[in-house]
């Protein structure tokens, strides 16, 4: 399913547009209608439609120039600009905001259609590796024990020494790019180690790794404790948790918090960069994508982030900021509404004026009044 958000002055134009979409696009959910650029701003970033279907001439504010807004506040949507004027500025300014395509009016059907069936197939197939992307966590169905077993006389001091660091420092090194592993809490003078796979482990690829792991691990060994254990692999477990003796599984499930736990610190450090470049950057014409390539990861991980650890979208926490930094500056005497609205990063001081309404309940005026 996915939205879509139709812009347009003309009554006739519109309602022939929804009823189009409507015969053409069941599945599809229609936001209601946009009148005017102002309209297009507010319902736009309150829907977030999947595709806006933009007409640029329109009562107060352009299409192109609330289009420009939209992106500036972090929209990504896919969007069809129509208009009847074959103007050549329009089309590079369209270009320029990232849309989909470019359309003179009277639109023919078949033109739209093939347009709009482009950018569903672009939908569906994103959608499609977001759910892929959802579901591929580790399987741990299948894999089996490894066991390095040292000389009974040694491995209390094997054990004690510096020696078992190097070698829980060095396993990942090598054996990250050939399986996925887990070191067990050592059995007397025996270390164990879970082989899994991503994939259910079939006979062959285990075959392949009780193969080639003992000459890898031996040269860690070599390195870490100047010996060479005698190595062997127990058979295919298929239900790895029905048969791992439960000190295996606790392991195997530390081993799995501490990489979640790797993760969770680096995307706070995504975050936390991204939140001090608002910090530093509000007043500036800044966007979802310009904070994203600050921190160097893509834009839909950055909203991902946002609504993960703040509960809110990007657009939300830097309006939320401008807003504050707005209240500072008239504490601090600033009163005229085009010297705050541009110091708070908003090129039309009437749209700073709705969102400052939205956000404290006030005018700018009746907020000074009551400072």
């Excluded at 599809?28 to 507010?42: R, Y």
């Excluded at 482990?201 to 060994?221: H, R, T, W």
């Amino acid at each position: 399913m996915y939205k879509i958000l139709i812009a347009e002055d003309e009554e006739l134009e519109l309602k022939s547009m929804r009823i189009f979409l409507e015969r053409n696009y069941p599945e599809a959910v229609i936001l209601p209608d946009a009148k005017n650029g102002t309209q297009v701003l507010e319902i736009a970033l309150k829907g977030q439609p999947d595709i806006l279907i933009l007409d640029i001439e329109m009562p107060g504010l352009n299409g192109l120039k609330a289009l420009k807004l939209l992106r500036d506040q972090g929209y990504g949507g896919h969007v069809i600009v129509k208009t009847a004027y074959g103007k050549f500025a329009y089309a590079q300014d369209a270009l320029h905001l990232h849309v989909d395509a470019y359309l003179l009016k009277p639109v023919k059907k078949a033109q739209l259609k093939e347009r709009l069936d482009e950018i569903i197939r672009k939908l569906k197939e994103q959608n499609a590796g977001n759910k892929k992307e959802e579901s591929s966590g580790r399987n741990f169905a299948s894999g089996f024990i490894l066991s390095l077993i040292f000389p009974k006389e040694r491995y209390e001091e094997l054990f004690a020494s510096e020696g078992l660091r190097k070698f829980r420092e060095e396993l990942p090194k090598r054996l990250s790019l050939i399986c996925e592993f887990t070191l067990c809490p050592a059995e007397g003078n025996v270390l164990p180690m879970l082989i899994y796979s991503d994939n259910v482990m079939d006979e062959f690829m285990y075959g392949q790794l009780s193969k080639d792991l003992p000459a890898v691990l031996n040269d860690i060994c070599m390195a870490a404790f100047d010996i060479k254990p005698e190595i062997k692999a127990g058979c295919l477990i298929s239900d790895i948790y029905e048969q791992l003796p439960k000190t295996y599984y606790s392991a195997f499930r530390e081993s799995e918090d501490s990489q979640k736990n790797e993760g969770d610190v680096t995307e706070s450090q995504h975050l936390n960069k991204v939140l001090s470049y608002i910090g530093s950057h509000y007043g500036e014409d800044i966007s979802l994508e310009t904070a994203a390539a600050h921190a160097k990861i893509n834009a839909s991980y950055l909203s991902h982030l946002f609504k993960q650890h703040l509960g809110k979208t990007f657009v939300e926490y830097l309006t939320e900021v401008r807003m504050k930094k707005a209240i500072e500056l008239i504490h601090q005497g600033t009163d005229n509404v085009n010297e705050l609205a541009e110091k708070v990063g908003y090129q039309y001081s009437s749209y700073f004026c709705r969102q400052f309404k939205k956000y404290t309940g006030y005018t700018v005026g009746e907020y000074k009044r009551l400072k």
